[in-house]
């Protein structure tokens, strides 16, 4: 059985036809070949899958690409405009916020909706902010200063 | 003209991991491509009495299931172990090699019984549950100081009482005469707990076969492509090695557990030929806690022996290393050249000895985990330094200071030869514990513990300062050793007829920034633009040779032989300079990226001389055309990298919860090319011993089930379980490789677990806790207390 959906990703509009238990993440990575989203668990904990929808950091892992369907969905690929990145693509750059990259794009998509929420975090609520995703090569340190680096950007 | 060497140059790799454009190995699609799922053993000891593939074979679009017995058939018999320890009498390591698929007898939870190809994942993972193996359970044997008793289960018919090896070093007579005239023995009993590398891509391998070229493609997300090519092709599958092209593309983490050879690369290899299609095999996450090569688990019984004026006179250290089930790739080598060698720390101990014997369980096959075997010797050394200080009364900075070696620089000064077999290079112990007392303000530090106490509040302060080898070597001594493979790198430079430069490095970056560090050296070296080298790597066809990356090895043994290659551009340069300057060799100078006749304003360019070597019209006769050199560096020694940790911890005694409030680290890596690149590797060091230190633990029960297999039950480090890191730097160069680097990628995981260990217990002393096991959960340190607190 498969069911029809139609969703924006990255401001373009797919019609396709997907299985009812395909998850959003597969759907993303094996239909649409946007592989930036990773995959690095089987539990929900990692945040590595994290993407835009409506507007909101979701792990794409825990949502079925049915309930996309009508979705506004912004993945690590749609994030530049322009080919300017992104004041948190640029932070993460600029304050070695990354090493291997696997956790980063599920970090900056969480970020994004860290910095629309609360534009100007202390370190204590950045911190609480990223529990949801697992870096193994930072140890947060610099994911920290990117994140500030950002905040620090937009408000100037 | 240094320009980039020393600078924190941003990363060129970033740009693609940043805008999603990273290539891992499960990013990539091949025509035809099949797909494995692998059916797992879900008991630790277990016959296999039948296996049943029907009901799967008929699912639609299942391409094929192969089980243990197809592989016998094929004569394929496992994955071989790369590091011979034998016993102290003589005998020969226990090696009993670990089968792809599994024909009789499982031996962990997660062996692998089948595989099951299909059009698509889900189609695999659907008709892998109608696989039915009957299993006949077996007891299980778990702890490595169980099973090598009379009765204990046998994991291999061949390895009676489950022993690999055991293997001593050390002068034992002169250490139990030492020990015996000892003012003062600090006894600790540590478990080094096993732990989970986890790195967060979980592995991954795409098989490819093509008849009509005889070729094997095989895509893994490795360390080092160039072994698994040269284990897989001519231990395991029998196949051509010149046959066999390996990639390693982007990969997401390492942390030792993608230098091993596995099973599966090999298996999806042999699958591609046999379906005639690519196949991909990707791990989901609980299989890569099931079959990941895991880290440290040694039981140990340390002795340190001291005479009454607090100096050190003995170290006596006897462990049982677990190995799991079966050698994995370098397993051997860990709790016996990688941690007995570093016992003599940063002290003058006169007399050491230390026995390892290594032990086959029903558990995971443990290898090399960031540290590997360093962080086990530094936790019982640094543990054991800050238990002595205590019971000899005596403050745990003054006991290290006084019993330090003095500082040497390996060149006016000699390096230090050990009691166990290494000579360390070079050194100033004194400087990075003063440098990280200095960072702290020690003193106000100690009066702020003793007002908390005052107020109820458990601070402690705890230290550890470390002693590290990397860039194991050379081949030679390491041969001796029992490797069986040279620990060398390659490095070819090749400049392009433009004057741009492409590197092809045996080394393997995933996560380092080799691409970004390694153009540094390229460019400063040659006077060029950063922007004008590329780092290419991970590809066994683009880059001739390589060890591939692990052991803090990279710049110091692939950036020398980076070095090497540079030299012989820079010599050949000049030969065609002195030609088209019309001068004598004698006279040629190379600086700026531009060769001149010394005393004169003639010069010739980098891109000049590029050219010419390719376009060789007007050229010194009998000189061959073209700039591309290839290098192979074998180091002299291991580098010595070393440092001195600080962990203060609040620790609430009502709930056992330990907060890190700060962390200072004061290290010594050598010379630095990328300092903002050396401080991410010691900040993820730090939180990765910091995760072992308080959380981490690989929890098997006695039938050898992985009860905490999984992100929700096994916990590591988040964002708010750490503070930021407080880090500094001294530099003593390494004095026998050209760059005068030490290695920078373990030293935060050694140095930092025992500080937090150390903190914790300095926190509790006044409560009369005088020792705690890994991990320091808030039931472990909460029932530590309450124990403590009903003998006092």
Not at chain 2, 603 to 618: E, I, N, R
Not at chain 2, 737 to 744: I, Y
């Amino acid at each position: 059985m498969v069911i029809p959906i139609k969703l924006t990703v990255n401001g373009k509009t797919y019609s396709h036809e997907v299985e009812p238990r395909m998850l959003l993440v597969h759907y993303l990575r094996e239909v649409l070949r946007l592989t930036g989203t990773h995959i690095g668990c089987d539990t929900s904990s990692c945040g590595a899958c994290t993407i835009l929808v409506d507007g909101k950091a979701v792990k794409s892992c825990t949502l079925l690409a049915v309930q996309a369907d009508g979705c506004e969905v912004t993945t690590i690929e749609g994030l530049a405009k322009n080919g300017e990145l992104h004041p948190l693509q640029e932070g993460f750059q600029e304050e070695h916020g990354l090493q291997c990259g696997f956790c980063t794009p599920g970090m900056i998509m969480t970020a994004v909706e860290l910095l629309h929420q609360n534009p100007h975090p202390s370190e204590d609520e950045i911190r609480h902010g990223l529990e949801g995703n697992y870096c193994r090569c930072t140890g947060y340190h610099n994911i920290v200063k990117s994140i500030q680096y950002a905040a620090n950007k937009q408000k100037s | 003209m240094s320009k980039l060497i020393g600078k924190s140059v941003k990363r060129v790799e970033d740009k693609r991991f940043i805008t999603g454009k990273g290539r891992y190995t499960d990013d990539i699609v091949l025509p035809e491509m099949t797909y494995a799922y692998i059916v797992r053993s879900p008991y630790a000891h277990a016959r296999i009495k039948k296996v049943n593939t029907k009901e799967a074979e008929a699912i639609n679009g299942v391409v094929t299931v192969f089980t243990g017995k197809d592989i016998q058939a094929a004569g394929i018999n496992g994955v071989p172990c790369g590091w011979q320890v034998d016993f102290k009498n003589g005998d020969t390591m226990k090696e009993p090699p670990h089968p792809l698929l599994v024909a009789d007898k499982v031996r962990y939870m997660g062996d692998a019984v089948a595989v099951v190809i299909a059009e698509s994942y889900v189609i695999a993972k659907d008709a892998a549950e109608l696989v039915e193996v009957d299993y006949d359970v077996l007891e299980a044997v778990v702890d490595a100081s169980l099973a090598v008793k009379e009765n204990a289960p046998q994991v291999h018919e061949e390895a009676p009482k489950n022993m690999a090896f055991d293997w001593g070093l050390g002068d034992k007579d002169k250490t139990d005469k030492a020990m015996a005239q000892a003012q003062h023995i600090t006894t600790l009993n540590i478990i080094n707990q096993r732990v989970i590398p986890n790195a967060i891509e979980p592995r991954s391998a795409i098989g490819q076969y093509e008849e009509a070229y005889d070729k094997y493609t095989l895509y893994t997300s490795s360390q080092n492509p160039h072994l698994i090519r040269l284990l897989m092709s001519a231990f395991v599958l029998g196949i051509p090695e010149h046959k066999v092209h390996v990639i390693s593309p982007d990969v997401g983490g390492g942390f030792g557990s993608k230098i091993f050879h596995y099973t599966e690369e090999a298996l999806v290899t042999w699958c591609a030929k046999q379906v005639k299609r690519p196949v991909k095999w990707t791990a989901e996450r609980s299989e890569s806690f099931l079959t990941d090569g895991q880290g440290r688990d040694h039981i140990t019984k340390a002795e340190m022996g001291f005479d009454k004026e607090g100096n050190v006179v003995g170290l006596r250290v006897y462990t049982y290393a677990n190995l799991g089930a079966y050698l994995s790739t370098f397993a051997p080598c860990v709790p016996t050249y990688l941690h007995g060698t570093l016992l003599q720390g940063l002290y003058t101990t006169p007399a050491i000895y230390v026995d390892v014997t290594g032990v086959f369980t029903n558990t995971t096959p443990v290898d090399a985990y960031r540290g590997a075997g360093r962080p086990e010797a530094t936790y019982l050394l640094e543990r054991l330094m800050d238990t002595a200080a205590r019971e000899l009364n005596m403050d745990p900075t003054e006991l290290r200071l006084k019993n330090f070696i003095p500082p040497f620089d390996g060149l006016q000064q000699p390096g230090y030869q050990t009691q166990v077999a290494l000579q360390y290079d070079s050194g100033n112990y004194h400087a990075v514990l003063e440098r990280a007392l200095e960072m702290i303000d020690y003193p106000s530090l100690r009066k702020e513990q003793q007002h908390a106490l005052s107020q109820g509040r458990y601070v402690g302060i705890g230290f550890s300062t470390y002693i590290e080898a990397c860039g194991i070597a050379p081949s030679a001594v390491v041969g001796a050793l029992g490797a069986r493979a040279g620990l060398y790198e390659s490095a070819q430079v090749r400049v392009q007829p433009t004057g741009k430069v492409s590197v092809y490095v045996g080394s393997h970056s995933h996560g380092q920034g080799h691409e970004t560090t390694f153009a540094q050296v390229v460019a400063d070296k040659l006077g060029i633009n950063l922007e004008d080298v590329e780092i290419v790597h991970g590809d066994s066809e683009a880059v001739a040779f390589g060890m591939g990356t692990y052991g803090s090895r990279s710049l110091a043994v692939g950036g020398s032989a980076i070095m090497k290659s540079i030299d012989k551009i820079i010599e050949k340069g000049s030969k065609i300079a002195a030609h088209k300057l019309e001068a004598s060799e004698e006279d040629i100078a190379f600086e700026d990226g531009k060769w001149t006749v010394k005393g004169t304003d003639k010069s010739l360019s980098f891109a000049d001389m590029a050219l010419t070597a390719y376009v060789p019209h007007d050229y010194p006769a009998g000189l061959e055309p073209g700039m591309d050199f290839s290098s192979f560096y074998d180091p002299a020694n291991f580098t010595y990298p070393y440092g001195a940790h600080i962990a203060v911890v609040e620790v609430d005694t009502d709930t056992g919860q330990v907060q890190l409030k700060r962390f200072i680290a004061c290290d010594d890596v050598g010379n630095v090319i990328n300092p903002m690149i050396v401080d991410g590797q010691i900040h993820g060091g730090i939180a990765q011993g910091v995760g072992q230190a308080l959380f981490e633990v690989a929890s098997y029960d006695e039938n050898g089930q992985l009860t905490n297999g999984s992100y929700m039950d096994y916990t590591m480090p988040r964002a708010d379980d750490l503070p930021s890191f407080e880090v500094d730097r001294k530099v003593t160069p390494c004095p026998h490789n050209p760059l005068g680097v030490k290695g920078a990628g373990e030293a935060g995981t050694i140095g930092s677990t025992p500080a937090v260990v150390n903190a914790v217990v300095d926190a509790l002393s006044s409560l009369g806790v005088k020792d705690l096991q890994m991990p320091l959960t808030p039931e472990n340190v909460w029932t530590a207390i309450q124990q403590a607190q009903s003998e006092h």
